[in-house]
Structures are given as structure tokens and as C-alpha cells.
């Protein structure tokens, strides 16, 4: 009978029938599958580790130029939005009172009533549209960031939120920021978190109180907002969907700062805010 070949087996030059492999063979194949490599070849691990920094440099500065890119395109929405759309809708507003004008002085009653409620309604959607067009564009980029400056628009903001809440909103700058224009991207990085910061605080804080410091300690320019709401949890801060806090987070990193937020229930959440400033400009 015969069985079927699983494996073949080819005997080596060395080998003796009934004796096996001698000594000297078997030291030979017991060490030639393992190769030393050469100590130059090693990397270093401090190396691996200078790479890695040197690539999260590179990544982190990327990260910048997008977002100065995204405000820079915000920025051009915005002024398209005021200058074109909104221009354009004035001067249809101002049509429409000259034809309500001329309506109002027709001499056929009947179908000049009802010629000027159309318009009339006209003129309330083209007012509505206005105030959208003014809404969406400050959303985009507030013009008073570019031409008062930050804290101006940070004063905005408190104002936005005592209007909206009816809470008391207060803001102390210190008085060295008062002379000094801070880089462009350091005040969008700021107002965004702080525009974020009080949108939490509309939604979710149910707060009467909320206090803004703006001030600098040496190379850094901190923005700190408190308030006596209901405090955030701090299992919050690493649900996937807290897509507010950790864009934050991310703007603050991404200009080699740092956010933190505390919050203790049934008594506040404080947020800081904390970027360096490389430059400053004398107003």
C-alpha cells in the first residue's frame, strides 16, 4: 500500500545514515539563522524621538495656516455679504418706499390699496433679509474686530448676552492691553472662544452672573470667564460630540496656548483661555 508523499525531506552533504549531523554542522545551523546587525544601523531612540517633535511642528504649524486661511475667507465672505448683497438690498428698499410713494398718491383707490399692501409686505421681507444678511455676516467675521478691536468685540458679546439672558455680564480688561493691538489671529482665536464660552453659557449655564478678564502675564494674553450657573460636568469634556470644547481646546493649542475649563455643580464653570503673543502693535 502506498501513502501519499506530505513531506520531502532532502539530506544535507553533512549527513552521516545512522550517525546525524556531526558537531561542527549542527553549531553551523544553529547559529545561521540569526543575523547581529550592525551598531550603526540602530537608530537612536533619541533621534526617533527629534523626528517626531520636528513632524508635530510641521503638523501644528499646517494647523495654523488653515485656520488663518478659514478667517481670512470668513473675513471675505463677510465684507461680500455686507458690501454686495447688502448694498443691493438697500437700494431694492429704496424702490420699493419711492413705488409706496407713488401708490400712495394714485388716483385709482381700489387697486392702489391693494398695490400698497404688496409692497408694504415687500419692504418687510426685504428688512428681514437685511437683518439676516448683517446676522450671517457678523457670525462670519464681526466687523468691529477688524476695525474696533478685540475688546470692543468682546464688550459686543456681553452686551448680545444681557440682552438675550437678561444676566448681568461684565468685562475688565487690564490696562496694558488698552494701548496695544494684539496679531490678528490671537484676537479671532480669542473672540471665537469667548463667542463659543457664552454661547454655552446662553444654552445650558441658566447663570444670572457672568464676569470676562481679559489681562497679560508676560508672553501671554489670558482670557478667564466665569460664571454662577449650573457647572459643567466634567465628564463633558470627553463626550465624542462636545464638538464646542474641543474645538476650543484646539484653537488655543494650535497657537501654542492652552484651555481649561472648571466647573463645580450648583455653583459656576470658569473657562481660561491662554495664548502667547510674539508682537504687539501700538494703536
Sequence with gaps: MKYPVTDRVTASSSYVPNGGVSKNNMIKALSSPMSIPHPESVVPSTNMEEDLRLAHARLCSEARLVQRAVEEERRRIARELHDEFGQALTGLKFDLAWLGMKLTQSSAPTSGEDMLNRVQSMSGSVDALL???????????????????????????????????????????????????????????????AQELLTNVMRHAVASQVHMRLYQDGAMVTLEV???????????????????????QERASLLGGCFQIIGLPGIGTTAIASLPVTECVAP
Design 226 to 248: 466665569t460664571d454662577n450657573g449650573k457647572g459643567i460636568i466634567s465628564k463633558r469634556m470627553t463626550r465624542p460630540h462636545s464638538f464646542g470644547l474641543r474645538g476650543m
Design 131 to 193: 437683518e439676516s444678511v448683517r446676522a450671517t455676516a457678523s457670525s462670519l467675521r464681526p466687523a468691529m474686530l477688524d476695525d474696533l478691536g478685540l475688546i470692543t468685540a468682546l464688550e459686543s458679546l456681553a452686551t448680545t448676552l444681557q440682552h438675550r439672558t437678561g444676566a448681568r455680564c461684565a468685562i475688565d480688561v487690564a490696562p496694558e492691553l488698552l494701548c496695544i493691538t494684539l496679531p490678528s489671529e490671537v484676537s479671532a482665536a480669542l473672540f471665537r472662544i
